[in-house]
């Protein structure tokens, strides 16, 4: 019983992973559409993000 609960727990993570994906992606999209960032300022920012959290991965383990 204790593995079918897992599993849809699983399922309901799956379904709020997605569902806050879209979301991130509409937003993106639509400051975008309406010229507020470009999708190089994404990437940049994306970027700088992935930088700061490797640098914090490695400092604290």
């Not at 993570?13 to 559409?33: R, V």
């Not at 999708?39 to 992935?50: M, N, Q, V, Y």
């Amino acid at each position: 019983m204790k593995e079918i609960d897992m599993y849809t727990q699983l399922a309901k993570l799956k379904e709020i992973d997605y569902k806050n994906t879209l979301a991130i992606i509409s937003i993106i999209e639509t400051l975008i559409d309406k010229g507020i960032i470009t999708s190089t300022d994404i990437a940049r920012k994306s970027a700088e993000i992935e930088r700061e959290m490797t640098y914090e991965s490695q400092v604290f383990n």
